[in-house]
């Protein structure tokens, strides 16, 4: 089973990241010009065709050091909502702020350093079926431009606090559903993201596997990640017991 | 840099060995462009070196009439000298062309000792430098003609600047049919990395979303293309090679009657490296055109 989340908390994740000279995301702000509230939205809409909505003026708030569920029925527009927060959409009226920075403005290099700050999670995991478990892992640190050697340490630690370092050299396919959710929140976490956004991270799992996961993401969350999971599985939001926000029909219904 | 170009490169062949079966359909338009635009150069090549041998021999023979005086003679002669087109000049007596027709065509030395008389004329054999323009020997010619003691003079470069043009078209025909060719392995290259691209297209996404710059996602598209270039252009060198070595022995006796040159030789160096390094550019543009889809 996996290890301890205390085996590398947040403080130390960023300590090694420090000590290797590294950037956490280019573009981050320094922590004093960082605003309380990492995830921004106002008025947001999203609209596909001509009067269909995905989401319709929204206004929400995540804090930094937060973990927020967003819920609500099939195309209630979590998915879609994610995607704008990951920049693979754009709104069609209303402004995202995210650590600060206006997801609208970024132009496509900005795109990716953007994107080098957030660890994403999604249900059907995305890994790259030809590549081990320590090579998806250390993936998104090879971009990030670190050193070998602290990849190579890195990706260690992160598949150690998730359990799976004596599967380091496995394939994705060669493991369970719950231990690929683990490899993929591994890579979510390794590159020291400012956010975790995470779709139906437990959809694909039984309720057991879904609990651990979940304790992972809450560990995650206790190391400092600002971490907002999309899930219409509302057992597992009373389980968890973190603030709510509902959507339906592409509008918030409910945030507490 | 080195680690990048490692990453392309390993990522790259990986890719091409997975789906080998689309890259070999690639590959062989490659050889066959490169093939034909090798086989052109081969034989441009050799066209070249004869017309090269030729001009280097190329003469004006001023064919002297039988009652020319010594002082007439000396006349054609200095004016030759003094030309500067003229890379040397040699007399040739009636006695030695006599001598010479004879060596070369000793089947018809009989019909000579029939003669009563020498009937060959007295020369003088003018071998014109390489860089000399078409109308300074005509006009050397045309001076020289005039002149007392004179009866004729035949210019051989006129035939030999047919040559030169009749090698320029079958060089430019070679290179638009080849250019022709290596347009379709181009786009090939380009419908087998987007083939590539598209059984990938789950690992773009995930490079895209960790944030991986664009050089990062395309770099390997772009190198798998280089790749079947690059193996392309030796596929059909290699091909060239041996089809060069088993039709040696009937290319040189057919060189032998239309080119001036001993054996048949394959390429320069510097040609083989241009076909390699072309081949690589063409499959570096086919991936550069399939991976524009990813921005």
Redesign the interface.
Known sequence: MRSCAASWNARERRGAILAAGCPTGAGTLSSAARPNTVIEIDGLSKRYAREVFALHDVTMRVGRGEFAFLTGPSGAGKTTLLRIL?R?EVPTAGRVLVDGRDLAALG??D????????G?VFQDF???P?KTVFENVI??L??LGVP?VQQRRRTFQVLKWVGLQHRANAFPLELSGGEQQRVAIA?ALV?EPVLVLADEPTGNLDPDLALEIMNLFREMNAGGTTVLVATHDRELIHHVGRRTIALDHGSVTESA | MIAGLTYFVTEAWASVWRGRSAAILSVLTIAIAAFVLGLFLLVAGHVQRTVDQWSRSAELSVYLRDESTDGERAAVRNVLRATPSVAAVEFVSKTAALARFRKNFPELAPATDSAADNPLPASFEVRLGSDQSAAAVERLSARVSRMAGVADVRYDRRWLDRLVSLGNFVRWTGLLLAGVLVLAAALTVTNVVRLSLYARRDEIEIMELVGAPLSFIRGPFVCEGMIQGGLGAVVALALLRVALTLSAPRLSALAAGLFEVGRIEFLSGLSVAGLIVGGMAVGCLGGLVASRRIH
Request: glycine share 0%; proline share 4%; hydrophobic share 40%.
């Open positions: 990951l693979q496509p290099a795109v990716q350093r953007y994107r080098r700050t957030l994403f995305k890994l790259i030809r993936f998104a090879r971009i070998d890579r590159n």
